[in-house]
């Protein structure tokens, strides 16, 4: 449904139109600047009480590699994710620093950064069934 391949994953641009066809109400974006992005998941998680994917680069076996993660809660110090990384065992929640998250929050198609087109920077996706007028 997301048209994903074991080379290259799963593109951010497939993850919401294959939600809608399963009924989800979807909300997405990319850059917006470091504060401003911070704000959106700000809006999103402690505003409206939902979870937001977020596509991030995290160190996986002595290599560094663009996954998704679920971000559920936030201060203005921490994110905290629920990370579905192999290595991480039994213990699946990462919380990480905000400026180390930052620094993080980007992917792009492919195994190389080949143009500049293909890089996503803090992109963020929000799935939702109900109006968002009932929503917390």
Known sequence: ICHASAKDGTSPEMMGPALEKLGFRVRSGVWQGAE????????????????VLV?????FH???????????????RHIWLADPEPHLKK???????????????????????????????YWWLV???????KIK
């Open 62 to 76: 002595n290599h560094y590699d663009g996954h998704y993660s679920v971000a559920f809660k936030l201060n203005q």
């Open 127 to 133: 799935a939702f069934r109900a109006p968002l007028s």
């Open 91 to 121: 213990e699946r929640i990462r919380k990480i620093q905000r400026e180390d998250f930052l620094r993080a929050w980007h992917d792009w198609r492919g195994n190389y950064l080949e143009r500049k087109s293909d890089l996503f920077s």
């Open 55 to 59: 596509d991030w680069f995290s160190e």
């Open 36 to 51: 401003a992005s911070w704000d959106i998941l700000n809006h999103w998680i402690n505003d409206m009480g939902l979870p």
